[in-house]
Structure formats: structure tokens, C-alpha cells
């Protein structure tokens, strides 16, 4: 399988960018999954279904199938922080892409999203300048980078482009769970 961050500040369009990303790789006949990094307070069950319920009672896991999709939902009992390799090494197998969303100081090769300040969007620094994971920028302003760079710099706004760039370099996204960092 084929792995890749995508770090940017919250408002900054990495959501935007991984949900045009999922179908641009489809159209490629590639198998798509995400890993993305929620806040720790986060639900996706609502309050007097079964499963909350279930989960309310003190299930440690709880999952939940149809014809059509399963979930797994775990509660620990004590917080705990996985890596996002820990949560890379959940996902099924047969997937040729895990598109991973936040993580930012992970140590996973990554593209940063960054734009430039706006009346929209108060703008943030660049990290890619001090991120050696960072493999490339997808921005919407490639004119206003704070610094030069020889990574490749993508544009946000045709996420067809983006996938072309995943596919021509997959070698350098192979991931490895022998050797993550491979």
C-alpha cells in the first residue's frame, strides 16, 4: 500500500482536498482508505441507539455490519494516543491508498496544504521549510510561498493534478509495515 500525509492548519482545505482526492484515485480503479486525526471528544453514534447504548453500558468494542458497511468503535478505558501508524496498521488489507489527514508532526512523507493570508483565511506559517516529510506543497498561491523550495508545488484547486502527482511518484509512498519508513 501506498501512504500519504496531508498537514495543514484547520481552515487551510486538506479535508476539501482528501474528499476530491478519494474519487480522482477511484477513477484510476485504486482502493482508497483514511486515517484522519479528530479532537478527543468526537462521536459518531447518537444518543439511544443501540450501539451508544451498548457502548454507554461499557462494551470495550462495539461493531456494527450491514450488507453495505461496518464500523468498530472502541472506547479505552484510560486515554491513549495511537500513532498513526498503529491506526494504519486497523485498516484492511487489498488498499492501495491511505490518504492520511492531520498528523501533522507525523513522520509519514506528507503534502502540506498552504494558503496565503486572505480576507477569508488569516493564514498561518509555512512548515515545509522545517519538515523534512514534507514532500510537497499543494497551495492556491504558489507565487506567495514564504521561501523557495525545490519540492514540488501543486496546485490545490485541481485535485486531478494532485492524484497524477500521487500516482507517478507511488515508489516514493510505499509503506511498509515491516518498515514504516521505508
Known sequence: ??????????????????????????????????????????????????????????????????????????????????????LIAELSSGIDWVLVEGFKDSDLLKIEIWRAPSASYEGKPARYMLDDFIVAIATDAPDQLPEATSRPVLDLDNPNAVADYLVNNQKQFFYSFDNPLS
Open 1 to 86: 500500500m501506498n501512504v500519504v500525509g496531508f498537514s495543514g492548519y484547520s481552515g487551510s482545505g486538506k479535508t476539501t482536498l482528501v474528499e476530491q482526492l478519494i474519487p480522482a484515485l477511484k477513477k484510476r480503479g485504486l482502493r482508497v482508505s483514511v486515517v484522519k486525526h479528530a479532537h478527543h471528544k468526537f462521536d459518531i453514534d447518537h444518543p439511544g441507539k443501540d450501539t451508544f447504548r451498548h457502548r454507554e453500558a461499557g462494551a470495550f468494542e462495539v461493531v456494527v455490519a450491514s450488507s453495505n458497511r461496518l464500523a468498530l468503535m472502541r472506547e479505552f478505558e484510560k486515554p491513549t494516543k495511537m500513532t498513526v501508524h498503529q
